[in-house]
């Protein structure tokens, strides 16, 4: 019998492996370059052996989308088996993939780019990984498409991601900040808390890291009505004190209906390096 609705991502939704197998996610992997070597995000090289790579390396990588060609054999075996495939993707300002699926979509017959649907969720890492859950866990309660549409426009429309490097040395190799400002911030422990909508944004430079909890939970109180329900997901990439301590602050001012833990992948870690934490969330129901 044919089932409803197929679920696809790209790995920069950096969605843990047990809500992949829980919900049955579809990830395409965007492409890793590290000098002429190229590798399959999460398929080649996993985010241990990325990271690791990039500290020890003097080349910078580069990461590049999925074809369209990919998107479109996938597209064409899942509708083999599903009613509809929805496609959610990282911010179009922030990544080419969600064009790939597009154009891999008007592909088909106009029957069949009917069944398809592509959508920009607007932001990236575990900010767009939430959204496919608000998406998998709509198609768990056996809702039809048009639901689960707008299951995933509220969440869009409610979602955050903001997160602080642990260092401004990749910023820096990047070409994102000069020589001088990250210099500077070094000398006087200066981290950007930067934010994620549509593109990445710093929203304010802190000075120490003792002092960044209570900015995030701010900035959060400014969009979060106080009594609305959340879902969250802490990230943590090799910073746990810090981690947990705005884990305790996020429950202990937010009403959590559910809350995750992931890391940030190779996507966004490519450009602010191995070390950072933050917080995603969206509003529930």
């Known amino acids: 019998m044919t089932k409803k609705i197929a679920l696809v991502t790209d790995s920069l939704s950096d969605l843990t492996p047990e809500l992949i197998e829980k919900y049955d996610v579809n990830i395409v992997p965007i492409n890793i370059h590290f000098g002429e070597e190229t ?39 899942l509708l083999e088996k599903y009613e509809h495939v929805l496609s959610l993707h990282i911010s179009i300002k922030l990544s080419g993939t969600v064009q790939s699926a597009i154009l891999a979509r008007n592909s088909f017959s106009e029957a069949d780019k009917a069944r398809i649907h592509v959508i920009d969720t607007l932001t990236g890492a575990m900010g767009e990984g939430l959204i496919v859950h608000a998406a998998a866990e709509e198609i768990e309660k056996g809702s039809g498409i048009e639901d689960v549409l707008a299951r995933v426009k509220r969440a869009i429309d409610t979602s955050g991601i903001i997160w602080i490097p642990g260092s401004l040395k990749y910023l ?111 509003a529930a129901e």
């Open 172 to 282: 820096h190799k990047n070409g994102r900040i000069g020589g001088a400002s990250a210099w500077i911030g070094a000398i006087l422990n200066i981290k950007p808390l930067i934010g994620c909508k549509e593109s990445v944004y710093t929203i304010e430079k802190i000075r120490g890291l003792k002092n960044s909890v209570p900015k995030f939970i701010d900035y959060m109180k400014s969009k979060i009505d106080p009594s609305t329900r959340i879902f969250a997901c802490i990230i943590n990439n090799n910073m746990p004190v810090q981690a947990k301590e705005l884990e305790e602050a996020v429950k202990a001012n937010f009403k959590i209906a559910k809350l995750f833990h992931a890391g940030m992948g190779a996507g966004i870690g490519s450009h602010i390096g191995p070390d950072t934490f933050g917080v995603a969330w969206y």
């Open 39 to 77: 590798f399959k995000d999460r398929v080649d090289i996993t985010d241990e052996e990325f990271f690791s790579r990039l500290r020890k390396s003097d080349i910078m990588p580069k990461t590049s989308q999925p074809t369209p060609y990919e998107f479109e054999t996938l597209f064409r075996r």
